[in-house]
T-cell receptor, first 112, second 114 residues
Framework: GEDVEQSLFLSVREGDSSVINCTYTDSSSTYLYWYKQEPGAGLQLLTYIFSNMDMKQDQRLTVLLNKKDKHLSLRIADTQTGDSAIYFCAVKALGGSYIPTFGRGTSLIVHP | DSGVTQTPKHLITATGQRVTLRCSPRSGDLSVYWYQQSLDQGLQFLIHYYNGEERAKGNILERFSAQQFPDLHSELNLSSLELGDSALYFC?????????????FGPGTRLTVL
């Protein structure tokens, strides 16, 4: 089945850019998502991209997709302390199982 | 606030016991998904219900069961609890069950088995 990998931790200084990376194994993955989980809360969808796109920008968030390398990244510009959270990558194929496969999450720590 | 509610927020119980977790989906959503989040396993999909019918099963133990009622709320039943069942249990809902439908997550129930 699909395997989604993320690094577990990322530490950045406030005001810098953060880049969270994700790799997946199923080349038929069609829908690719980024979720944010704040302490004590559920997952919240931040943004998503379709496999026919290379990039999507939404205010401070930029998603880049490299289909050849099966690599997805989330860039957060001007990272703030409020961005400290766990970020999950999730992917879903058009056919087969329609349940997204989640990575284990990257804990983003923003320090002053 | 996603519009998905889960009760209780916290649950502490002993090994061997049985508990029921409850989820109310967003108004209008027909699909309910259950996930287990633990430190060692990450976020694991358990089961999906659509309009009262089971649609998909993931890594759900036989000791666990779920159902979705006519009013679309769902319950996850965990029995013969073991220490390893301690985790955060999330419910998510979506309008339909397939395609790009976004899943909206509830705040979770933290289960502690002592």
């Amino acid at each position: 089945g699909e395997d989604v990998e993320q690094s577990l931790f990322l530490s950045v200084r406030e005001g810098d850019s953060s880049v969270i990376n994700c790799t997946y194994t199923d080349s038929s993955s069609t829908y690719l998502y980024w979720y944010k989980q704040e302490p004590g809360a559920g997952l919240q969808l931040l943004t998503y991209i379709f496999s026919n796109m290379d990039m999507k920008q939404d205010q401070r968030l930029t998603v880049l997709l490299n289909k050849k390398d099966k690599h997805l990244s989330l860039r957060i510009a001007d990272t703030q302390t409020g961005d400290s959270a766990i970020y999950f990558c999730a992917v879903k194929a058009l056919g087969g199982s329609y349940i997204p496969t989640f990575g284990r999450g990257t804990s983003l720590i923003v320090h002053p | 606030d996603s519009g998905v509610t889960q009760t209780p927020k916290h649950l502490i119980t002993a090994t061997g016991q049985r508990v029921t977790l409850r989820c109310s989906p967003r108004s209008g959503d027909l699909s309910v998904y259950w996930y287990q989040q633990s430190l060692d396993q990450g976020l694991q999909f358990l089961i999906h219900y659509y309009n009262g019918e089971e649609r998909a099963k993931g890594n759900i133990l036989e000791r666990f069961s779920a159902q979705q009622f006519p009013d679309l709320h769902s319950e996850l039943n965990l029995s013969s609890l073991e220490l390893g069942d301690s985790a955060l249990y999330f419910c998510a809902s979506s309008v339909r069950g397939q395609g790009q439908n976004e899943q909206f997550f509830g705040p979770g129930t933290r289960l502690t088995v002592l």
